[in-house]
């Protein structure tokens, strides 16, 4: 072979090595860089959580300044109340508690609980009010109750047979569960409920309109209304200034003993006072922290005790995105149903 074929090869062969390292060399250059960023992201969303466990801490300590100013009253104007931005480098921390006693406690329908019957009527008359199915009333109630023998209903026929949970509900998605619940009516009515033991009383300082309205099936959104403007931006003081309104004066007045027998048959039974608080000892926090474009969250049920304001997380969430909805924008728009 002559000298310059020999050396062309040489050549080509040097070139076709310096290719292949080339290559490795920019493969391993983007490895590098992939590596570096997925644990520039792993850190950042460490960091971003960890936000969320402080967001946490700062919401206990924010609870036990307002139990600590005052132990006998919460309302929907207090600071713990008011939404939250602080700001991150880069990014913000949102914060955002809501009381869960100004709700309908689902749990309240459970067979343990003292007035199971009358919050079941209150629980119908707030989805009459939503404009959603009455029958979830009924169902939520056997959902609950292990001597309904329910499983047939959600086990015969199914794709993914399931049971009935016969105890109290422990999160409010548990709703989701019942027959012929759908995405749609669970969002109208998760603003309202909330799942709490069986003997924690409704704060009045903190219930919606519609969930005052719900107490009764002759009251009205207008009524429900003229309670919370009857509040004030303070809330009610003590109970008994709720107690004596007179849209609910009917509800509140004692039996006389002197009316007869149709007199007291026209009038409704009188509401038990122990249901009802201008206080409250469990709250819903969320937090939402955008941390250099990756977001983390929490959402997270607290419980303050009444005694000395010690703080127990009873239960954490980290897949919810956005703060629970306090009221639902549909519900100017609903047509409440008959109720029989």
């Not at 060399?25 to 460490?46: C, G, L, P």
């Not at 343990?112 to 009010?129: D, K, W």
Request: hydrophobic content about 40%; glycine content about 4%; overall charge negative.
């Amino acid at each position: 072979m002559k000298r310059s074929s020999q050396s062309g090869l040489a050549l080509i062969t040097v070139l076709l090595i310096f290719a292949l390292v080339s290559v490795m060399a920019i493969a391993m250059v983007q490895r590098q860089s992939q590596d570096i960023q997925r644990s520039a992201n792993a850190f950042t969303m460490q960091q971003a959580r960890a936000y969320t466990y402080a967001a946490e801490a700062a919401i206990k300590s924010g609870l036990y300044l307002s139990w600590s100013n005052d132990k006998n009253k919460d309302h929907i104007n207090d600071e713990w109340a008011q939404p939250r931005t602080f700001p991150l480098e880069p990014g913000t921390a949102r914060i955002e508690i809501q009381d869960a006693q100004g709700r309908f406690n689902l749990n309240s329908l459970h067979p343990s609980s003292a007035n199971r019957t009358v919050q079941a009527q209150r629980f119908t008359n707030l989805l009459n009010l939503l404009g959603l199915d009455v029958d979830y009333a009924a169902m939520w109630s056997r959902w609950l109750d292990e001597n309904s023998q329910e499983d047939n209903r959600y086990q015969a026929g199914r794709e993914q047979p399931y049971r009935a949970a016969y105890q109290a509900c422990q999160h409010v998605s548990e709703v989701l569960l019942l027959d012929g619940m759908d995405r749609e009516s669970y969002q109208r009515l998760e603003p309202y409920i909330s799942c709490l033991p069986f003997s924690s009383p409704l704060n009045v300082n903190t219930a919606t309109a519609a969930v005052l309205a719900a107490l009764d099936v002759n009251l009205t959104l207008a009524d429900g209304q003229s309670i919370v403007d009857a509040r004030g931006d303070k809330g009610f003081s003590t109970l008994d200034d709720f107690w004596s309104l007179s849209v609910i004066e009917p509800y509140t007045r004692p039996r006389d003993p002197n009316e007869s027998n149709e007199e007291a048959a026209k009038r409704p039974d009188p509401w038990e006072k122990t249901d009802f608080s201008i206080r409250s000892d469990y709250f819903e926090a969320f937090a939402r922290i955008d941390l250099n474009d990756r977001v983390a969250t929490l959402s997270a049920l607290i419980h303050r005790r009444a005694d000395d304001g010690t703080m127990t997380t009873v239960y954490r969430d980290f897949g919810r995105r956005e703060a629970r909805l306090r009221e639902s924008p549909l519900l100017e728009s609903t047509q409440p149903m008959a109720v029989f």
